[in-house]
């Protein structure tokens, strides 16, 4: 694709992938003052390393890019494995969010004439918080379905004619047993056509999405 670059490597890491700041950065030192055009970097920083780090210089840690006052957003991982991590985000980071839910919606076939049911708690992790703010510049109708129960939020499906469900995998499971429980029948007595799937794996799984049957899954 590109004939005439010239490629370099440059050893910064030892074995097992892992290395000293110091060497690194004399790597980089070096291909700048050579004039490289591209570098291209995998610094290999692991979870473990930034939590250590959140836990030595509270709260943020020590790596921010910019000035705290340049974040507009504070979420964290689910904590399911252990201590939470703390991530900042600029109003270009959240755009960023935005961007890559919108690229979900589209291929999903949404539109401004759908009613979306986004089944998430709306707590500090990250979730489903950019595919509400990616539904808001869609301009489709919202039913935020934080604060409420499994029954509530199938009631409220049923009689607001959600045609959009967003949810993880294991619950859009469970809302399946619920709706049971509630004697309603999705197929019957919902207007749900597509239901999209993250924050875990197991939607693209074939015997996760045959036990869900009925309607259209993007995960």
């Known amino acids: 694709m590109a004939p005439d670059c010239e490629l370099y490597s440059i050893k910064v890491l030892g074995s097992g992938m892992t290395g000293r700041g ?23 920083t692991t979870k473990r390393e930034l939590l250590q780090d959140q836990a030595a210089h509270p709260p943020f840690g020590s790596n921010l890019t910019y000035p705290l006052a340049d974040y507009v957003r504070l979420h964290q991982t689910s904590g399911t494995t252990g201590t939470p991590l703390r991530v900042l985000d600029t109003r270009a980071d959240w755009d960023w969010w935005c961007e890559c839910w919108q690229y979900v919606l589209d291929a999903a076939g949404i539109t401004r004439e759908d009613v979306v049911m986004l089944a998430f708690s709306f707590g500090p992790f990250i979730g489903f918080w950019g595919a509400q703010e990616a539904v808001g510049r869609l301009g489709a109708l919202m039913l935020s379905g934080g604060g409420m129960t499994s029954a509530q939020r199938l009631h409220a499906m049923r009689e607001l004619g959600a045609t959009v469900l ?54």
């Not at 110091?22 to 290999?44: D, Q």
């Open 22 to 44: 110091t060497v690194f950065a004399a790597g980089l030192r070096w291909a700048i003052e050579h004039n490289m055009n591209v570098c291209n970097l995998s610094l290999g």
């Open 166 to 219: 967003l949810c993880t995998p294991s619950y859009a499971l469970h809302l399946a047993e619920e709706a049971q429980a509630e004697g309603i029948d999705p197929a019957r007595d919902l207007s749900v056509r597509v239901a999209i799937h993250a924050g875990e794996p197991g939607a693209g799984m074939w015997s996760t999405r045959a036990t869900k049957g009925g309607s259209r899954y993007r995960r």
